[in-house]
């Protein structure tokens, strides 16, 4: 029995699907303590954009170090917030005239979404909160509350109030409009609906199987929202930082939400890191209102700066990317189409990309399980995990994603040809 296995708790999740011990990662390369080499296509499930170990990003970090830079210091002004700050403001929000003022929170997504929350009902004066089926927000009591999956909310403990879902974009398939069913009950005061404070909702479904909202949905909910007076709240905890290919996963719909929660990438070095963005006209905070020891990771502010100076400075980044989406899509799509035994959809945009199993909720996992023994790190999302999904560093080579890519073909392949498996899928039947 490993030390992991005899000490650590069951709550553990991602080393069951993946049981190696890893000692060494390189941009989109990892290796195990036997010497193994992976692909990784899921990079930290959103949380390293620009790859393991940036050599440029770990310069600067060792240079921070050496000189005894303030690591911790609250919300202390230091000099790593205040490069960080002029950064963001320069590269990222001055381009896109976004007046938003920032928020450090506690160094995890779930706190951002949770000040986000309360913000929002503090500045209302309301209490309830709209989030979207399959939508995932954190597993905090307030985050979790606006998550959609049972098997988070019911670890909870304590029932989960002031929060109601509604259908997200193409639930109830493609001839319903969602929101057409949203402000029809909005609007009539015997639907039971209280007005909400605040919708909170991503743009695209990370871990509620890779769902991706339309451009028209997303700029038909910011004019609901102000004609209600509600504040519009955007999750960019995992297609944020340039997964989508913009900076910001909502800007090529042209909104601009009242507040915006990011973490994951944006220290870009898998530091923790999380902050809230908030129309400066919403900043009613009082001092100290909400806090967090750890909400001033000056490591994290040091990485944050210099990959937004790397990567955001023009626009060649966020043009790699798309063209690396592209090469994802037509790669995922030539699988699909060589695929008789069961029917699969190809999802996605940017550098998130999924493969969907309806008929057979099972195979993703099969997939990724036959993915690893030949040295891919893939995982799956969805509901019932019905969805193998692409998630790899934004920084990767192009040889190398195809050669993951063919990794999840001949993966496929593999699971599809074992009679075994087939039989257990309920795909065909022993003789």
């Known amino acids: 029995m490993t030390i992991f296995n005899r000490l650590e708790s069951n709550v553990r999740g991602y080393c ?11 941009n989109a390369n990892l290796r195990d303590a036997e010497g193994n080499e992976f692909i990784d296509f899921l990079a930290g499930a959103g949380t390293l954009n620009y790859g393991h170990n940036n050599p440029k990003l770990k310069a600067k970090l060792i240079e921070f170090l050496e000189r005894d830079g303030m690591l911790h210091g609250l919300d202390m002004q230091t000099d790593a917030k205040a490069r960080f700050l002029e950064v963001f403001e320069k590269r990222i929000l001055s381009p896109l005239e976004l007046d938003y003022k920032v928020q450090f929170t506690g160094p995890t997504g779930t706190n951002a979404v949770e000040a986000a929350l309360k913000l929002a009902r503090k500045v209302t004066g309301r209490t309830n909160v709209i989030s979207f089926t399959n ?12 998550t959609g999956n049972s098997h988070f909310r019911d670890a909870a403990g304590t029932p989960l109030n002031n929060v109601t879902f509604m259908p997200y974009y193409g639930y109830m398939g493609s001839n319903m409009d969602t929101l057409e069913y949203f402000e029809t ?7 039971g609906l209280d007005l909400p404070a605040a919708v909170i909702v991503e743009t695209v479904q990370g871990e509620g199987g890779v769902n991706v ?21 955007i999750d960019d905890i995992q297609v944020g930082c340039g ?21 994951k990438s944006l220290s870009a070095y898998g530091l923790p890191m ?5 129309k400066s006209d919403l900043d009613q905070w009082e001092p100290g209102e909400h806090n967090g020891t750890f909400r001033g990771n000056n490591l994290a ?13 023009d626009y060649r980044f966020a043009r790699e990317v798309l063209q690396k989406g592209a090469l994802i899509k037509n790669r995922l799509e030539e699988i699909a189409e060589n695929v008789n035994d069961v029917e699969l959809e190809v999802r996605g945009t940017g550098m998130i990309w999924g493969l969907a199993c309806q008929e057979c909720p099972a195979l993703p996992e ?4 036959a993915a690893f023994e030949r040295g891919l790190i893939i995982e799956t999302s969805g509901t019932d995990s019905h969805v193998l999904k692409i998630l790899p560093p934004l920084t990767i080579e192009d040889d190398q994603l195809l050669q993951g890519l063919d990794i999840v073909a001949d993966s496929l392949k593999a699971v599809l040809n074992d009679d075994s498996i087939l039989e257990e899928l309920g795909l065909v039947h022993a003789d």
């Open 16 to 26: 069951r699907s993946f049981p190696t011990t890893f000692t060494k990662a390189q």
């Open 135 to 146: 939508g995932f927000h954190g597993v905090s009591l307030g985050s979790v509350a606006a």
């Open 185 to 191: 009950i909005l609007k009539d005061s015997s639907s």
């Open 213 to 233: 909202a339309s451009t028209e949905w997303l700029q038909q909910l910011e004019t609901l929202c102000q004609e209600h007076g509600i504040l519009l709240i």
């Open 243 to 263: 997964r989508t290919g913009n900076f910001f996963s909502f800007e090529k719909a042209g909104i601009v939400p009242d507040i915006v929660t990011l973490s």
């Open 274 to 278: 999380s902050l809230v963005l908030m």
């Open 301 to 313: 502010f040091v990485s944050a700066a210099e990959a937004i100076e790397l990567y955001w400075s």
């Open 366 to 369: 099969k997939i990724s399980a």
